[in-house]
């Protein structure tokens, strides 16, 4: 059953190179794992932001210089000099002891930065820690890998802490600041969603030599400047709640197959990219087509962590979706799906079937509410 | 402390016992290792005291507008043999900038510093031991492979060279301690310390237990060097003696494996001959 699902995969992506999953795409997973279209390009391995743009929505992320730059001497100077800040931070959170400062550097193996390479040999650095062999208390930018649907992925947190009782914890190094000990909720919950890809891949590698998940802590520590200074402070995020979702999620991707048996036959992503000029050869409205036959399940929050958000927020405004406002509104209105009927029902142009009508009569009320705030006549029935 | 000389001679004293021991233990391989870095610290000795006297240094390109102090007009591998004296472990092109702008007149930038790392290794190369000192990369104390961040002396030990795991937090509780020295000596002088020289104990301090005053009242004023050195001998003790085993085991593997020049550029890059299919 497989082979034929990998080949309708194959065929959606077309001619281009596949693209492995990433941490970015997983955290997609785990946040919309409803939308059949993200599931389909990611599955595939298409070039979402190729497509994106060719389909005329191109995406603007990691296209901040400055954020990128800024994000980079953040870590580097949080781990400059022998991580004296980062050590200072985490020694207040996680209460290292005095003696655990061991530092393990894994960005590359004596120059060779290649992924495989780096796998290796950030399994067996772990492996001696976790089996209380090697020293190591700090190691950075170990290199971890994960099966998703069969294709691999290679995933590199900032930092993994490991401390003398025997568990790891990922340590995420990010920019955004944390003021009076709160931060950017969206911000976090990317952060740790990308973290959660991490826990998940760690464990598995534990998990091949005989260690069981709890060797690793499903509480993230996020490392960020400190109020209005640049200095670093920590909190810790309790991620409980997506690692579960991930793995659950990561345990259904197999049902792609699913999904794949219920496309037109002959559908595909493929953008045809000429080999000199590198430009897409296929015609932007038959791409835009192709991407219409697959549903999408458009969330504000998608414009987080996905590439093909504002395709899927054009392509749900223009269907007066109520998915655009987002799912606070969305729950409210359960059982209404687009703006117009919304509006139809609340100004009594509809007439509400007999499970609308609950709804309808709050929405009237709602429309009566507001005409007598704004003094204008003739809202409500 | 902050004279490059003083702490060459307390190397080659070193050096000279360490031979003697080496060769009352019949260790003779040991000794002519030993040997060979005695005869690099001494004519790094000679060279600095030459240069040190009537200065000689060449000219510079760009003539300064004053006539700073004393050693301002050296080459920047000058400058940076000088930081890297006055710390005294294998250090970052951020911090040595940093020392040397906290203790030393002239100019040093880290864009200098990263092409003077290139240059040394190919001046070593086409002709060995012409320079008194050259400035190698730390070595990695698994792979032996150079630590490409660090930079280093070659006439320091090879275990000084060595970065092993707790090497790093070692390295930076031994500055502190240079610099806090630094700061001390500096202090009993008319001028003071400069501004840099508090800011980067500062620096130190913040990140080392017990090392700022108590009173959590003005920082920078009350900052004692004294009580920076104590806290930080404190944890240095906490860790010597695992940093020192992973040196020595890591240095006695590179002089059993590795020929003169690769300990001190160290081992060949692993997978350079690997280059991308595509590149």
């Known amino acids: ?381 | 402390m902050s004279d490059p000389l003083d702490a060459l001679e307390k190397s080659i004293s070193t050096l000279r016992r360490a031979i003697r021991d080496a060769s009352a233990a019949g260790d003779t391989e040991r000794a002519s290792e030993l040997r060979a870095q005695l005869r690099r610290a001494e004519r790094a000795w000679d060279a600095l005291l030459d240069a040190d006297e009537p200065a000689p240094a060449p000219p510079r390109p760009v003539p300064e507008a004053a006539p700073a102090a004393r050693g301002s007009q050296l080459p920047a591998r000058e400058h940076v043999h000088r930081a890297l004296m006055l710390l005294g472990t294998p250090a970052a092109p951020k911090l040595i900038v940093g020392v040397h702008e906290a203790f030393f007149p002239g100019e040093l930038s880290a864009s200098k510093l990263s092409s003077l790392r290139r240059d040394e290794e190919r001046s070593y190369r086409s002709s060995p031991g012409a320079r008194p000192y050259y400035l190698p990369p730390a070595l990695a104390h698994d792979l032996l492979t150079p630590v490409r961040a660090l930079v280093t002396i070659s006439t320091w030990t090879l275990e000084q060279r060595i970065i092993g795991p707790h090497s790093p937090r070692v390295d930076f509780l031994t500055g502190a301690i240079r610099i806090a020295e630094a700061v001390h000596t500096a202090a009993q002088s008319r001028s003071g310390p400069s501004p840099e020289a508090l800011r980067l104990l500062w620096r130190f301090a913040v990140n080392i237990p017990d090392a700022m005053p108590k009173s959590a009242s003005g920082h920078e004023n009350a900052l004692d060097p004294e009580q920076v050195i104590e806290a930080a001998q404190a944890e240095l003790d906490v860790h010597a003696d695992a940093d020192r085993a992973a040196r020595a085991e890591a240095s006695r593997r590179a002089r059993k494996s590795l020929s003169d020049d690769q300990q001190l550029f160290g081992a060949p890059s692993q997978g350079v001959t690997h280059l991308r299919a595509r590149a």
């Open chain 1, 1 to 381: 059953m497989k082979a034929p699902v990998d080949d309708r995969l194959a065929a959606l992506r077309g001619s281009a190179k596949r693209r492995p999953y990433n941490a970015r795409s997983l955290a997609a997973l785990e946040n919309n794992p409803r939308c059949t279209l993200r599931a389909l390009l990611d599955a595939s391995g298409s070039d979402k932001a190729a497509i994106a743009e060719h389909a005329g929505y191109p995406s603007p992320f990691g296209q901040s210089a400055f954020a990128f730059a800024r994000g980079n001497t953040f870590e580097a100077m949080v781990k400059d000099n022998g991580c004296a800040e980062l050590l200072r931070v985490l020694r207040e959170t996680l209460k290292l002891t005095l003696p655990e400062v061991a530092y393990r550097d894994l960005n590359d193996v004596g120059g060779d930065g290649r992924n495989e390479t780096r796998r290796d040999h950030t399994a067996e650095v772990l492996l001696q820690a976790a089996q209380g062999t090697g020293d190591g208390t700090l190691f950075d930018h170990p290199m971890l890998y994960l099966e998703v649907g069969g294709q691999e992925a290679f995933l590199e947190p900032d930092l993994v802490a490991f401390r003398i009782d025997g568990r790891f914890y990922i340590v995420e190094i990010k920019s955004f600041p944390i003021i009076d000990g709160q931060a950017d909720p969206a911000q976090v919950r990317s952060a740790t969603t990308q973290a959660c890809a991490y826990v998940i891949a760690l464990r598995a590698l534990l998990e091949e030599a005989g260690i069981g998940p709890e060797a690793v802590s499903d509480t993230i520590v996020l490392v960020a400047p400190k109020d209005f200074t640049n200095r670093p402070t920590a909190a810790f995020v309790d991620a409980r709640k997506q690692v579960s979702a991930l793995t659950r999620q990561l345990a259904r991707i197999e049902r792609i197959s699913d999904l794949v048996d219920l496309l037109p036959e002959g559908l595909t992503f493929d953008l045809d990219i000429d080999k000199d000029n590198k430009r897409p050869r296929r015609p932007a409205e038959e791409l835009a087509e192709a991407l219409e036959q697959v549903p999408a399940t458009y969330r504000p929050d998608c414009l987080n962590h996905c590439e093909m958000a504002f395709y899927c927020r054009a392509r749900a405004r223009a269907e007066a979706s109520l998915d655009v406002l987002g799912p606070a509104v969305r729950e409210q209105l359960g059982g209404i799906d687009t703006v117009t009927m919304a509006l139809g029902l609340a100004r009594g142009q509809l007439t509400p079937t007999a499970d609308q009508s609950d709804m309808a009569a709050a929405l009237r009320h709602a429309a009566r509410l507001r005409a007598e705030l704004t003094g204008e006549v003739g809202g409500a029935a």
